[in-house]
Protein backbone atom coordinates (compact mmCIF):
# COMPACT_ATOMS: atom_id res chain seq x y z
CA UNK A 1 0.00 0.00 0.00
CA UNK A 2 2.02 3.09 -1.33
CA UNK A 3 -0.65 6.06 -1.28
CA UNK A 4 -0.27 8.40 1.07
CA UNK A 5 -1.79 10.96 2.86
CA UNK A 6 -0.22 14.28 4.86
CA UNK A 7 -1.69 15.56 7.04
CA UNK A 8 -0.90 19.08 8.06
CA UNK A 9 -2.85 20.23 11.56
CA UNK A 10 -2.10 22.92 14.94
CA UNK A 11 -4.03 25.97 15.91
CA UNK A 12 -5.16 28.53 14.23
CA UNK A 13 -3.25 31.22 12.76
CA UNK A 14 -0.12 29.28 13.03
CA UNK A 15 0.52 28.55 9.40
CA UNK A 16 -0.92 25.42 8.07
CA UNK A 17 -2.10 26.94 4.66
CA UNK A 18 1.30 27.91 3.53
CA UNK A 19 2.91 25.03 4.78
CA UNK A 20 0.52 22.97 3.37
CA UNK A 21 0.91 24.83 -0.19
CA UNK A 22 4.70 23.66 0.19
CA UNK A 23 4.51 20.45 0.91
CA UNK A 24 2.00 19.92 -1.79
CA UNK A 25 4.02 21.78 -4.58
CA UNK A 26 6.61 19.69 -3.95
CA UNK A 27 5.31 16.19 -3.75
CA UNK A 28 3.25 17.77 -6.95
CA UNK A 29 -0.05 16.75 -4.91
CA UNK A 30 -3.29 18.53 -4.10
CA UNK A 31 -5.06 19.49 -1.03
CA UNK A 32 -8.12 18.33 0.64
CA UNK A 33 -9.27 21.07 3.26
CA UNK A 34 -10.32 20.33 7.02
CA UNK A 35 -11.72 23.00 8.15
CA UNK A 36 -15.07 23.01 8.98
CA UNK A 37 -15.68 26.53 8.88
CA UNK A 38 -14.37 27.31 5.04
CA UNK A 39 -16.54 25.10 3.59
CA UNK A 40 -19.41 28.07 2.83
CA UNK A 41 -19.47 30.19 0.22
CA UNK A 42 -21.11 33.54 1.72
CA UNK A 43 -18.23 33.26 4.54
CA UNK A 44 -15.02 34.89 3.22
CA UNK A 45 -13.38 37.11 5.41
CA UNK A 46 -14.27 35.76 8.90
CA UNK A 47 -12.83 32.42 8.42
CA UNK A 48 -9.84 33.18 6.82
CA UNK A 49 -10.10 31.51 3.32
CA UNK A 50 -6.89 31.12 1.61
CA UNK A 51 -5.92 33.81 -0.64
CA UNK A 52 -7.05 33.37 -4.20
CA UNK A 53 -3.32 33.23 -5.01
CA UNK A 54 -2.95 30.23 -2.54
CA UNK A 55 -5.63 28.57 -3.77
CA UNK A 56 -4.33 29.09 -7.49
CA UNK A 57 -0.98 27.91 -6.49
CA UNK A 58 -2.44 24.45 -5.85
CA UNK A 59 -5.61 23.04 -6.17
CA UNK A 60 -7.58 22.67 -3.31
CA UNK A 61 -10.88 20.77 -2.46
CA UNK A 62 -13.75 21.82 0.09
CA UNK A 63 -13.19 25.13 0.10
CA UNK A 64 -16.19 27.34 -0.59
CA UNK A 65 -17.90 24.57 -2.10
CA UNK A 66 -21.14 24.71 0.38
CA UNK A 67 -23.42 27.19 1.04
CA UNK A 68 -24.65 28.28 4.61
CA UNK A 69 -28.49 27.15 3.76
CA UNK A 70 -26.98 23.39 2.97
CA UNK A 71 -27.16 20.85 6.04
CA UNK A 72 -23.20 19.26 5.68
CA UNK A 73 -22.02 17.73 8.47
CA UNK A 74 -18.78 15.83 9.19
CA UNK A 75 -20.40 12.41 8.15
CA UNK A 76 -21.06 13.78 4.80
CA UNK A 77 -17.84 15.32 4.78
CA UNK A 78 -16.07 11.40 5.15
CA UNK A 79 -17.35 10.46 2.59
CA UNK A 80 -17.17 12.72 -0.08
CA UNK A 81 -13.16 13.52 0.88
CA UNK A 82 -12.47 9.66 1.02
CA UNK A 83 -13.75 9.68 -2.20
CA UNK A 84 -12.25 12.67 -3.92
CA UNK A 85 -8.99 11.22 -2.17
CA UNK A 86 -9.39 7.70 -4.17
CA UNK A 87 -9.47 9.76 -7.54
CA UNK A 88 -6.44 11.51 -6.27
CA UNK A 89 -4.11 8.96 -6.04
CA UNK A 90 -4.89 7.55 -9.04
CA UNK A 91 -2.78 10.48 -10.44
CA UNK A 92 -0.71 10.57 -7.35
CA UNK A 93 0.24 8.18 -4.61
CA UNK A 94 1.19 11.17 -2.55
CA UNK A 95 -1.55 13.92 -1.47
CA UNK A 96 -2.13 16.47 1.57
CA UNK A 97 -4.75 17.38 3.14
CA UNK A 98 -4.48 20.64 6.39
CA UNK A 99 -7.08 21.93 8.35
CA UNK A 100 -7.49 23.23 12.13
CA UNK A 101 -11.36 21.15 12.42
CA UNK A 102 -10.16 18.12 14.91
CA UNK A 103 -13.16 15.99 14.64
CA UNK A 104 -13.31 16.33 10.33
CA UNK A 105 -9.45 15.44 10.42
CA UNK A 106 -10.10 12.01 12.28
CA UNK A 107 -13.58 11.38 10.69
CA UNK A 108 -10.73 10.93 7.38
CA UNK A 109 -8.03 9.38 9.36
CA UNK A 110 -9.60 7.44 11.41
CA UNK A 111 -13.52 6.98 10.76
CA UNK A 112 -16.35 8.47 13.15
CA UNK A 113 -17.14 6.87 16.29
CA UNK A 114 -20.34 4.66 16.48
CA UNK A 115 -22.91 6.50 19.15
CA UNK A 116 -26.03 4.57 19.91
CA UNK A 117 -29.48 6.26 18.35
CA UNK A 118 -31.43 8.41 21.49
CA UNK A 119 -35.37 9.06 21.37
CA UNK A 120 -35.89 11.61 19.17
CA UNK A 121 -37.69 13.64 22.10
CA UNK A 122 -34.28 13.67 24.14
CA UNK A 123 -33.20 16.30 20.94
CA UNK A 124 -36.61 18.39 21.01
CA UNK A 125 -36.38 19.50 25.02
CA UNK A 126 -32.36 20.33 24.53
CA UNK A 127 -33.45 22.44 21.73
CA UNK A 128 -36.42 23.68 23.58
CA UNK A 129 -33.87 24.41 26.54
CA UNK A 130 -31.55 26.13 24.26
CA UNK A 131 -34.06 28.77 22.76
CA UNK A 132 -35.15 29.66 26.32
CA UNK A 133 -32.20 29.37 29.04
CA UNK A 134 -29.06 29.90 26.46
CA UNK A 135 -26.39 28.00 25.67
CA UNK A 136 -24.59 28.69 28.88
CA UNK A 137 -27.23 25.98 30.32
CA UNK A 138 -26.40 23.31 28.56
CA UNK A 139 -22.41 23.73 28.69
CA UNK A 140 -23.26 23.75 32.53
CA UNK A 141 -25.14 20.51 32.33
CA UNK A 142 -22.49 18.68 30.01
CA UNK A 143 -19.90 19.46 32.60
CA UNK A 144 -22.11 18.03 35.13
CA UNK A 145 -22.40 14.93 32.56
CA UNK A 146 -19.00 14.49 31.34
CA UNK A 147 -16.47 16.79 32.12
CA UNK A 148 -13.94 14.78 29.32
CA UNK A 149 -16.09 16.09 26.70
CA UNK A 150 -16.39 19.98 28.36
CA UNK A 151 -12.74 20.49 28.40
CA UNK A 152 -12.08 19.15 24.68
CA UNK A 153 -15.61 20.14 22.50
CA UNK A 154 -15.96 23.41 20.78
CA UNK A 155 -17.91 24.91 23.62
CA UNK A 156 -19.22 27.89 21.90
CA UNK A 157 -21.03 25.24 19.12
CA UNK A 158 -24.55 24.63 20.09
CA UNK A 159 -24.82 21.60 18.08
CA UNK A 160 -21.82 19.97 19.43
CA UNK A 161 -22.99 20.44 23.09
CA UNK A 162 -26.37 19.19 22.08
CA UNK A 163 -24.97 16.43 20.86
CA UNK A 164 -22.96 15.54 23.14
CA UNK A 165 -25.87 15.83 25.68
CA UNK A 166 -28.29 13.66 23.86
CA UNK A 167 -25.27 10.59 24.23
CA UNK A 168 -25.31 11.67 27.50
CA UNK A 169 -28.84 11.79 28.75
CA UNK A 170 -29.76 8.88 26.34
CA UNK A 171 -27.67 6.00 27.23
CA UNK A 172 -26.55 7.31 30.79
CA UNK A 173 -23.05 7.45 29.99
CA UNK A 174 -20.55 9.98 29.20
CA UNK A 175 -20.11 10.96 25.68
CA UNK A 176 -16.54 10.57 25.97
CA UNK A 177 -16.99 6.63 26.94
CA UNK A 178 -18.15 6.09 22.95
CA UNK A 179 -15.13 7.80 21.42
CA UNK A 180 -11.97 6.39 20.48
CA UNK A 181 -12.91 2.50 19.84
CA UNK A 182 -11.18 0.28 17.87
CA UNK A 183 -11.35 2.76 13.34
CA UNK A 184 -11.63 1.37 10.35
CA UNK A 185 -8.19 0.71 8.44
CA UNK A 186 -7.78 3.33 5.44
CA UNK A 187 -6.33 2.21 2.04
CA UNK A 188 -3.82 4.45 2.56
CA UNK A 189 -0.71 5.29 4.87
CA UNK A 190 -0.75 8.28 7.07
CA UNK A 191 1.92 10.78 8.02
CA UNK A 192 0.19 13.85 10.45
CA UNK A 193 2.67 16.80 10.43
CA UNK A 194 1.99 19.21 13.49
CA UNK A 195 3.16 22.80 13.88
CA UNK A 196 3.38 24.23 17.38
CA UNK A 197 4.19 27.31 19.02
CA UNK A 198 4.26 29.27 22.36
CA UNK A 199 1.08 30.01 23.56
CA UNK A 200 2.26 34.07 23.77
CA UNK A 201 3.10 33.93 19.97
CA UNK A 202 0.36 31.81 18.92
CA UNK A 203 -2.29 34.69 20.20
CA UNK A 204 -0.37 37.11 19.09
CA UNK A 205 -0.80 35.80 15.90
CA UNK A 206 -4.22 35.53 16.19
CA UNK A 207 -5.29 39.02 17.25
CA UNK A 208 -3.15 40.62 14.41
CA UNK A 209 -5.32 38.24 11.88
CA UNK A 210 -8.25 39.60 13.47
CA UNK A 211 -7.09 42.93 12.83
CA UNK A 212 -6.32 42.30 9.59
CA UNK A 213 -9.94 40.67 9.06
CA UNK A 214 -11.42 43.93 10.34
CA UNK A 215 -9.45 46.01 8.09
CA UNK A 216 -10.41 43.73 4.98
CA UNK A 217 -14.20 43.72 5.80
CA UNK A 218 -15.31 41.40 8.15
CA UNK A 219 -17.80 43.57 9.76
CA UNK A 220 -19.62 44.39 6.26
CA UNK A 221 -19.27 40.39 5.93
CA UNK A 222 -21.03 40.12 8.85
CA UNK A 223 -24.22 42.60 7.93
CA UNK A 224 -24.47 41.00 4.84
CA UNK A 225 -25.05 37.60 6.95
CA UNK A 226 -26.98 39.25 10.12
CA UNK A 227 -30.21 38.07 8.79
CA UNK A 228 -29.20 34.72 8.74
CA UNK A 229 -27.87 34.82 12.11
CA UNK A 230 -29.98 31.87 13.23
CA UNK A 231 -28.22 29.56 10.95
CA UNK A 232 -25.76 26.71 12.49
CA UNK A 233 -23.23 27.36 9.91
CA UNK A 234 -23.31 31.39 11.33
CA UNK A 235 -23.20 30.09 15.10
CA UNK A 236 -18.91 30.84 15.15
CA UNK A 237 -16.57 33.14 16.25
CA UNK A 238 -16.13 35.94 14.35
CA UNK A 239 -20.03 36.55 12.82
CA UNK A 240 -21.87 35.82 16.73
CA UNK A 241 -19.58 38.92 18.47
CA UNK A 242 -20.63 41.24 15.58
CA UNK A 243 -24.09 40.09 15.49
CA UNK A 244 -24.06 41.13 19.29
CA UNK A 245 -22.35 44.36 18.07
CA UNK A 246 -25.04 44.91 15.28
CA UNK A 247 -28.31 44.38 17.78
CA UNK A 248 -26.75 46.71 20.28
CA UNK A 249 -25.33 44.29 23.12
CA UNK A 250 -22.04 44.83 22.29
CA UNK A 251 -19.41 48.29 20.98
CA UNK A 252 -17.86 47.79 18.67
CA UNK A 253 -14.38 47.60 20.09
CA UNK A 254 -15.94 45.26 22.60
CA UNK A 255 -17.42 42.98 19.69
CA UNK A 256 -13.59 42.84 17.87
CA UNK A 257 -12.16 42.15 21.62
CA UNK A 258 -14.37 39.49 22.55
CA UNK A 259 -13.25 38.13 19.17
CA UNK A 260 -9.98 37.81 19.56
CA UNK A 261 -10.85 36.50 23.47
CA UNK A 262 -13.02 33.46 21.43
CA UNK A 263 -10.32 32.76 18.67
CA UNK A 264 -8.21 31.97 21.34
CA UNK A 265 -9.81 29.70 23.53
CA UNK A 266 -10.73 27.69 20.00
CA UNK A 267 -6.94 27.94 19.27
CA UNK A 268 -6.74 26.32 22.75
CA UNK A 269 -8.81 23.77 22.57
CA UNK A 270 -7.54 22.74 18.94
CA UNK A 271 -4.23 22.30 20.81
CA UNK A 272 -6.25 19.53 23.45
CA UNK A 273 -7.57 18.16 20.57
CA UNK A 274 -4.49 17.60 18.50
CA UNK A 275 -1.94 16.41 21.88
CA UNK A 276 -4.53 13.50 21.81
CA UNK A 277 -3.53 12.44 17.70
CA UNK A 278 -1.06 9.71 18.27
CA UNK A 279 1.97 9.57 15.79
CA UNK A 280 2.13 12.87 14.69
CA UNK A 281 5.66 14.84 13.95
CA UNK A 282 5.69 17.87 15.95
CA UNK A 283 7.64 20.96 14.46
CA UNK A 284 7.98 24.59 15.69
CA UNK A 285 5.88 26.88 13.62
CA UNK A 286 9.10 28.24 11.71
CA UNK A 287 10.84 25.16 11.06
CA UNK A 288 12.61 25.49 7.47
CA UNK A 289 10.64 23.11 5.04
CA UNK A 290 13.82 21.18 4.07
CA UNK A 291 13.55 19.17 7.59
CA UNK A 292 10.02 19.07 7.23
CA UNK A 293 10.30 17.05 3.90
CA UNK A 294 13.26 15.26 5.48
CA UNK A 295 11.23 13.82 8.26
CA UNK A 296 8.09 13.00 5.52
CA UNK A 297 10.69 11.44 3.06
CA UNK A 298 12.00 9.14 5.91
CA UNK A 299 8.23 8.19 7.10
CA UNK A 300 7.91 7.99 3.47
CA UNK A 301 10.43 4.95 2.90
CA UNK A 302 8.98 2.78 5.72
CA UNK A 303 5.76 2.48 3.52
CA UNK A 304 7.75 1.47 0.16
Same mark, same amino acid.
Given at each position: ?? &????????????????????????????????????????????????????????????????????????????????????????????????????????????????????????????????????????????????????????????????????????????????????????????????????????? &???????????????????????????????????????????????????????????????????????????????????????????????????? &?
Amino acid at each position: MR &NTLITIIGPTAIGKTSLSIKIAKHYNSEIISCDSRQFFKEMNIGTAVPEQEELTAVKHHFIQNRSIFDDYNVGEFEKDALKKLDDLFKVNSIQVMVGGSGLYVDAVLKGLDNFPKVDDVIRKNLTEELSKEGLASLQEKLKELDFETYTTIALDNPQRVSRALEICIGTGLPYSSFKNKAKVKRNFNSIVIGLTADRELIY &NRINERVDIMIKNGLIDEAKELYKHKDLNALQTVGYKELFNYFEGNFTKDFAISEIKKNTRRFAKRQQTWFKKTKNVSWFNYDTPLTEIVNKIDERLTHF &N
